[in-house]
């Protein structure tokens, strides 16, 4: 191997065999690891540099054997056949060796070089199993190197192993094989020796190939076609048929069943000796826990409060820290517009209106920064414990009613089980569900979840009309949602994906851990700074486009001119008023551009005290605002004595006042005859049954391009004037209000955002996922006249009985969840629990 060529080590692992954690020791990678079945879907890459030179790793997707039965397995077979690494690690859980030994006998079959990592060496001690790794190393001919992945022991003797594996170049495949197939082995050999005379073959294990085409592996099919032709393969494949059909009829069992069988004897064989300590001792802790959290009748009732539990600590509690954050954001938009072009009297320079934009759009979505942090933290718990995939075996026994599957459990966390994902790696994530009419239903379901950009909304919503039920109406989202996605997948299920085939449920249940106190506080920053940063990309590109529609084409000239002329005649009322008076010089001797100086320093100076905590921050105010223009401050605050000042005062009050309607109604009729207000109008003859009016139509138009889109153009379309700083709950809420809003509108929207059809990145993924624009559109489609329907009708219906907010929502919930419960009374698949005892 030339010096210069990175070595090439391949990590090969059952899931929750600690191999991602392994990868990130190795490497110094910050990949996430999450302790719940499939959370490698893809090949992983890192690189690390050792005295000899650079060794380039690839994390491979978690896989239980090398068939070609689901993606995970074909991607890391595939992967190992075409790129054919230097090493192979093969990382396995030290305390189920019995089980993880099935794909060590697989890859040396492939003949590759690998080192046996035995991972997890912690857990075995704390159960009192005892290795003989020396043992086990000689009978496995390969190095065997104990590791503990999460304490970070075991790197430097697992780099040696792999160095010294590869400069032993010894050839892939031993004299022995590492299983005697018995009855099978004639029809190996025959096999092997036809494929042995195919040079175009390659590299490919010739043993490993025959067995492959005696199980009649659709890939290896393929594989043997490829490599040497159709005409070439199709004599061998047919003999392979041959005798598959006659050892099943001489053995009275398939020849997949029967290889199964072999390596398991030959796995008993090789830990004959090997293994001593606890087995068949008391039960672990993982066991009696899960007695527990597992048993039929609680494992319900325990998800139930975990959902209910992250709810409360994160949106409920954790919004309360909001009227902390509240306050530097709205100094930090005062220290922006300070450094901004000033504010004209009627119209803004350009640059102002936009720069405020762009802040406002910012912090109504910064604010709920603290939710996320805890709400992250939280989800990263319930990871690191383990309970995660307790879940996925939960929900199995319910996702399979619905036509999914339990692998259908990761991309609907990873959408947003908790409020904590996003649809896009949850639409992604399908791609290791084994049957096609399950991935589908996922696909179609995931965008349902309540991922991390639907959560500001509801706060906001819950912060105006639900403030006495909120904890109540977080249950009812959380839960809802879910319950609209499995009815959904139902009805696709029995209608258009109608007749596709499924299959059984294959998950490992890992060993509970406690979180470290690090690894919970990096992945909740990590995460909430992927939030950050998606505020500072996509939202804020939505928000200028959105700026820019709502800003095309302007307000006609006529009504520009009408504006002009009130204004001129507000100013005219306060220079007569200031007629003769010991301040008409200092006011107005600079003309036109020291009024505007003026009324902004008074609207300032406004913003300023609202913003002020206590004596002293209002004291401290008043003398920063004083220092920087006495003469402007004797009218914002005039003394007593001074007759001149507090005239001159009140005619200043009168403008400022007068100037404030025109801008607001300049902003709005703007708003009305722009490009997207025309739309969000022109919907309204349709959305008016939900009770949605034009400014909702238009946030709903922005959060298809991102979710979080929704709450920014709400945080501009319901602008503050410009001597407040209030909160969007304050100001939508006040004219939600005025305009006769009610808590059953909210009620419909959030039902619509709910239903609503993913966001303009996911749908490109439905695309990818899916291979058709026919989906891509049906995943629009569907969702927005669904959501229409369930709105209208709720709105509609609230509406003629009379009925509150709240009264509708737990009619809505009740409804669907019995709707769920007749439809759920339909036969099942079964499911394989791994990791237990029966």
């Known amino acids: 191997m030339s010096a210069s060529k990175p070595l090439l080590v391949a990590l090969a692992g059952q899931q929750n065999a600690g191999k991602s954690t392994l990868f990130n020791l190795l490497t110094g990678a910050r990949q996430h690891v999450a302790n719940y079945p499939g959370v490698t879907v893809d090949k992983k890459y890192g690189q690390y540099a050792d005295a000899e030179g650079a060794v380039r790793t690839v994390d491979l997707p978690g896989t239980y054997s090398l068939t070609s039965f689901s993606l995970e397995e074909r991607v890391a077979r595939d992967f190992l056949l075409a790129e054919r690494p230097d090493v192979t690690v093969n990382v396995v859980d030290a305390s189920n060796l019995q089980r993880s030994l099935h794909l060590t006998l697989q890859l040396l079959e492939m003949g590759l070089p690998t080192v046996l990592a035995l991972n997890m060496m912690d857990v075995a001690a704390g159960r009192d199993i005892r290795i003989d790794q020396d043992a086990l190393a000689r009978r496995l001919g390969l190095p065997v190197v104990p590791t503990v992945g999460r304490k970070n022991q075991g790197r430097e003797p697992l780099r040696q192993a792999i160095r010294e594996r590869a400069a032993a170049n010894e050839p892939a495949v031993g004299t022995a094989p590492p299983v005697d197939y018995g009855a099978l082995e004639p029809a190996i050999t025959e096999l092997r020796t036809a494929l042995d005379a195919l040079d175009s073959l390659g590299d490919t294990p010739r043993r490993w190939l025959a067995l492959k085409l005696l199980e009649g592996d659709l890939q290896a099919d393929r594989l043997l076609a490829s490599s040497v032709g159709d005409a070439i393969a199709q004599p061998l494949l047919t003999r392979a048929t041959d005798l598959r059909t006659a050892f099943a009829a001489a053995q009275g069992r398939s020849v997949g069943d029967h290889v199964v069988a072999c390596r398991d004897r030959a796995v008993t064989a090789l830990l004959a000796g090997v293994l001593s300590g606890a087995a ?103 990871e690191d414990t383990g309970y995660m995939a307790r879940i996925a075996f939960i929900l199995d026994k319910i996702l399979h009613r619905f036509g999914l599957h339990g692998q259908s459990t990761l991309p609907l966390i990873l959408g947003g089980v908790f409020a904590g994902g996003c649809a896009v790696p949850g639409v992604m994530a399908t791609k290791g569900i084994p049957d096609h009419r399950a991935r589908m239903a996922t696909i179609f379901a995931v965008p349902y979840m309540n991922c991390l950009a639907k959560v500001p909304l509801y706060t906001l919503l819950l912060g105006i009309f639900f403030v006495e039920d909120k904890t109540l109406m ?71 486009v959105v700026f820019t529609l709502l800003h095309v084409p302007g307000l006609p000239a006529e009504r520009s001119a009408h504006f002009e002329q009130q204004g001129q005649a507000a100013v005219a009322r306060f220079e007569q008023a200031l007629a003769g008076n010991a301040y008409h010089e200092a006011v107005l001797g600079g003309g036109a551009e020291s009024l505007v100086d003026l009324l902004n320093f008074e609207t300032d100076y406004k913003r300023a005290r609202l913003n002020a905590k206590g004596e002293a921050g209002s004291k401290a105010v008043a003398e920063r605002f004083e220092t920087r223009n006495p003469s402007f401050y004797a009218l914002v605050r005039p003394p007593s004595a001074d007759q001149d000042a507090r ?155 009379g009925a509150s907010g709240i009264q509708v929502m737990t009619a809505v919930y009740l409804g669907a969840l019995a709707l769920l419960i007749v439809v759920g009374l339909i036969g099942g698949r079964r499911t394989i629990r791994r990791g237990l005892p029966a």
């Open 280 to 382: 068949g001792g008391r039960p672990t802790l993982t066991e009696r826990i899960d007695r527990v959290v597992l048993n039929r009748a609680a494992a319900p009732f325990f998800l139930v409060l975990t959902v209910f539990m992250i709810y409360q600590v994160s949106i409920v509690w954790g919004y309360e820290l909001t009227t902390y954050t509240w306050p530097l954001l709205a100094g930090l938009r005062e220290l922006i517009a300070g450094l901004l072009p000033a504010a004209g009297f009627l119209n803004d320079p350009y640059t102002r209106a936009m720069g405020l934009w762009l802040v406002d759009s910012a912090n109504t979505l910064l604010n709920y920064v603290p939710i996320f942090l805890i709400l992250f933290a939280a989800i990263a718990i319930i």
């Open 474 to 544: 977080m249950f009812y989202i959380s839960t809802m949602t879910i319950i609209f996605a499995l009815l959904v997948s139902k009805l696709l299920t029995v209608t258009l994906l109608r007749g596709q085939e499924t299959s059984p449920f294959v998950m490992e249940l890992p060993h509970y851990h406690l979180p470290t106190l690090w690894g919970v506080l990096r992945r909740s920053l990590e995460r909430t700074w992927q939030y950050v940063k998606k505020v500072g990309t996509v939202v804020l590109a939505v928000a200028v």
């Open 647 to 801: 005239q001159a005062s009140r005619a200043l009050r009168d403008l400022a006042r007068v100037r404030q309607t025109l801008r607001r109604e300049m902003r709005e009729e703007r708003i009305t005859h722009s490009v997207l207000g025309s739309i969000g109008r022109g919907l309204e003859p349709v959305t008016q049954f939900a009770g949605f009016d034009w400014k909702i139509n238009v946030a709903l138009l922005a959060s298809f391009a991102a979710r979080e889109s929704s709450v920014a153009t709400l945080g501009v379309l319901f602008q503050q004037d410009d001597d407040t700083n209030q909160t969007l709950e304050q100001r939508m809420g006040a004219e939600t209000a005025a305009g006769g809003a009610t808590a059953l509108m909210a009620v419909a929207l959030i039902l619509f955002f709910a239903l609503y059809p993913p966001c303009l990145a996911t749908t490109i993924m439905v695309k990818v996922q899916t291979g058709s624009y026919k989906w891509m559109l049906f995943s629009i489609v569907f969702p927005t006249l669904l959501g229409l329907a369930v709105a209208s009708l709720v709105y509609g219906i609230g509406t003629a009985i």
